[in-house]
């Protein structure tokens, strides 16, 4: 009976075998499925923070108005630069934000500047450097941060 | 050299806004339209009456260069008639123009 002891032998290794490539597959597919759950963890959470930075510039701007309203134009002049570099440092710190979103970012830095290049000039005259017009571009530009802020936290 | 890469960037500028691939928005200063890219920005401008102003703006938002042909100088009336040109586009773009025109269409579709 030693042709059944082989056959017996021979069946269990290929059962083992089988058994074996099963669990190395099923665990291969675990470490893709918890490799892409982390994956999707890290990129919710890098939108959220780029959302956060986002919001934190868009609070700048509103505290840049109120500082005109209350006709504290030097500490706003401070503001301005200092919200610029906030928001390009989101776009370098956040790879992950789209080519027109980067755009959108790039065209409030190039509105700030511009309104605290009229801002500077027109202070120095004694006049009331703020106009009507500049406090609606400034409430444009922090529409859109907080738009873009939204528009990440949705995709989270 | 710059000036014929001014040139090259305002013809570039002309034809995507004319395809409608660029969209422009009004700027901060008066007669002034602004498209951005994710690291520069270009705008033009009129300050005055046949003038025209074309500036480009750094990542910071500083301007690094700006130009402003004379319509009388020989030297540059290529440059003036495309920024003319460009100035043109830009406004039209920014005032959603042809979806103003487009929506009239639709409506008075029935009025021959």
């Known amino acids: 009976m030693g042709w059944l002891d082989d056959f017996w032998r021979d069946?269990?290794?290929?059962?083992?075998?089988?058994?074996?490539?099963?669990?190395?597959?099923?665990?291969?597919?675990?470490?893709?499925?918890?490799?892409?759950?982390?994956?999707?963890?890290?990129v919710a959470m890098t939108?959220?923070?780029?959302?956060?930075?986002?919001?934190?510039?868009a609070n700048g701007i509103q505290e840049i108005r109120n500082l005109h309203r209350r006709g504290e134009w030097e500490s706003a002049l401070y503001r301005y630069r200092d919200i610029q570099r906030m928001l390009s440092d989101v776009r370098v710190r956040h790879p992950n934000l789209t080519s027109s979103q980067r755009a959108s970012i790039q065209g409030t830095i190039v509105r700030l500047g511009a309104i605290d290049r009229r801002v500077r000039e027109t202070s120095q005259t004694g006049v009331n450097p703020i106009e009507s017009s500049d406090d609606g571009a400034l409430?444009?530009?922090?529409?859109t941060l907080d738009d873009l802020a939204s528009e990440l936290k949705q995709q989270v | 050299?710059?000036?014929?890469?001014?040139?090259?960037?305002?013809?570039?500028?002309?034809?995507?806004?004319?395809?409608?691939?660029?969209?422009?928005?009004?700027?901060?200063?008066?007669?002034e339209f602004l498209v951005s890219f994710p690291e520069s920005s270009v705008s033009i401008s009129q300050p005055e009456h046949d003038r025209y102003r074309f500036s480009i703006y750094n990542d910071m938002g500083t301007r690094v260069y700006s130009v402003e042909p004379l319509m009388e100088d020989m030297s540059t009336p290529v440059l003036w008639g495309d920024?003319?040109?460009?100035?043109?586009l830009a406004q039209?773009?920014?005032?959603?123009?042809?979806?103003?025109?487009?929506?009239l269409l639709v409506r008075l579709g029935g009025v021959s």
Not at chain 1, 15 to 38: D, H, K, P
Not at chain 1, 139 to 143: D, I, N, R, S, V
């Open chain 2, 83 to 88: 920024l003319r040109k460009l100035y043109e």
């Open chain 1, 47 to 57: 939108q959220n923070l780029t959302a956060v930075d986002l919001e934190r510039a």
């Open chain 2, 1 to 31: 050299m710059r000036d014929r890469k001014v040139v090259m960037l305002a013809r570039r500028l002309i034809h995507q806004t004319g395809a409608g691939h660029v969209k422009w928005t009004a700027a901060v200063e008066e007669n």
């Open chain 1, 11 to 42: 069946t269990v290794a290929a059962a083992g075998i089988i058994v074996s490539l099963v669990g190395f597959t099923i665990a291969i597919y675990q470490a893709w499925r918890s490799r892409s759950a982390a994956e999707a963890v890290r």
């Open chain 1, 139 to 143: 409430l444009k530009a922090q529409m």
């Open chain 2, 92 to 103: 039209l773009s920014a005032l959603n123009a042809d979806e103003i025109l487009d929506d």
